[in-house]
C-alpha cells in the first residue's frame, strides 16, 4: 500500500471524527462533561507526542539530511498560523459548547468555519507529514490528531447552531472539515517536504494542544483533569512502545 493510500485511509477514519462530534450537537445529546474529560486525555497525548515524537523526529532528520532548515522558526510559524485563523480571523474561539449565545450572527459563525478550516487542513498536513517519515509516526500523529477531531466537530456544530444556522448546515460545517482534513494529506504529499512540514505542523499541534485544548481543562479544578492529562501522556508512552517500528 502506498504511502499516501495509508495516510488518506487514516485521515479518512480521523475526519469521520470531526462528523461524530457535530452529530453530538445536531441530535442534542449533550455531553459536556465527558468531552471535557476527553480534551483532558487529548491534549495530554498531544503534548507527548509533540515534545518526545515530533521535535526528536525533526532533530533526526536534520542530523540525517544535514540540512539547514531552521526548526524552531519553522515551529513558532505553524504556531502562528493557527494562531492567526483561529484567534485573529476569527472574533472569538475556544473549544467545547459555545455559550456566548448573544454574540454570535451568521457572520461570526462563517468566520469561525474559515479558522477551523485552516486549523483541519493542517490536521491533515500531520497525518500526511508523519506516514511521509514513518508508518510508526504517522501512526502516533492520527492519534494525536484523532484525539481531538470530534472536539472539532462539536465546537464548530454548536457555533454555527449558535448562530442562527440550522442543523443540517451545521453538519455540512463538519463536513467541510473533514474534506479540508483529506486535502491537506493531499497537499503535504504532492508539494510538501517532511522537513518543513513536520516542525510546522508540531507548531500548530502545540498550539491546539496548549492554547486551544487545556484552557478547557483548566475550567474545572480538582485532581481529577490533572490526573486525565497525565493518563493521556501514559496513553502516548503506551502506544509509542507497540506501534509498528
Known amino acids: 500500500m502506498s504511502t499516501l493510500l495509508l495516510s488518506l485511509l487514516f485521515?479518512?477514519?480521523?475526519?469521520?471524527?470531526?462528523?461524530?462530534?457535530?452529530?453530538?450537537?445536531?441530535?442534542?445529546?449533550?455531553?459536556?462533561?465527558?468531552?471535557?474529560?476527553?480534551?483532558a486525555v487529548g491534549s495530554g497525548f498531544m503534548m507527548g507526542t509533540i515534545f518526545l515524537e515530533m521535535i526528536p523526529e525533526i532533530m533526526k532528520a536534520q542530523v540525517k539530511t544535514q540540512t539547514s532548515v531552521s526548526w524552531p522558526a519553522l515551529l513558532l510559524i505553524g504556531y502562528l498560523i493557527v494562531h492567526f485563523f483561529e484567534h485573529t480571523f476569527t472574533a472569538h474561539m475556544h473549544f467545547g459548547e459555545e455559550t456566548h449565545h448573544e454574540e454570535m450572527n451568521p457572520a461570526v459563525g462563517f468566520s469561525a468555519l474559515v479558522g477551523m478550516l485552516v486549523h483541519t487542513f493542517f490536521d491533515g498536513v500531520t497525518i500526511g507529514a508523519g506516514f511521509m517519515i514513518s508508518q510508526r509516526v504517522g501512526i502516533l500523529l492520527f492519534l494525536a490528531v484523532f484525539l481531538h477531531?470530534?472536539?472539532?466537530?462539536?465546537?464548530?456544530?454548536?457555533?454555527?447552531?449558535?448562530?442562527?444556522?440550522?442543523?443540517?448546515?451545521?453538519?455540512?460545517?463538519s463536513v467541510l472539515l473533514a474534506i479540508a482534513t483529506l486535502i491537506g494529506v493531499v497537499a503535504v504529499h504532492t508539494w510538501g517536504s517532511a522537513d518543513y512540514a513536520l516542525p510546522i505542523t508540531a507548531g500548530c499541534t502545540l498550539y491546539i494542544a496548549a492554547t486551544d485544548l487545556m484552557p478547557e481543562v483548566n475550567q474545572e479544578v480538582g485532581v481529577r483533569m490533572a490526573v486525565l492529562v497525565f493518563a493521556g501522556m501514559g496513553l502516548f508512552l503506551l502506544v509509542s512502545q507497540i506501534a509498528p517500528g
Open 11 to 39: 485521515a479518512l477514519a480521523a475526519a469521520a471524527a470531526n462528523i461524530l462530534g457535530s452529530t453530538i450537537v445536531t441530535s442534542q445529546k449533550w455531553a459536556q462533561r465527558s468531552l471535557r474529560y476527553f480534551i
Open 149 to 173: 477531531k470530534i472536539v472539532d466537530g462539536f465546537t464548530i456544530a454548536s457555533i454555527v447552531v449558535s448562530s442562527g444556522y440550522s442543523a443540517a448546515r451545521a453538519m455540512g460545517a
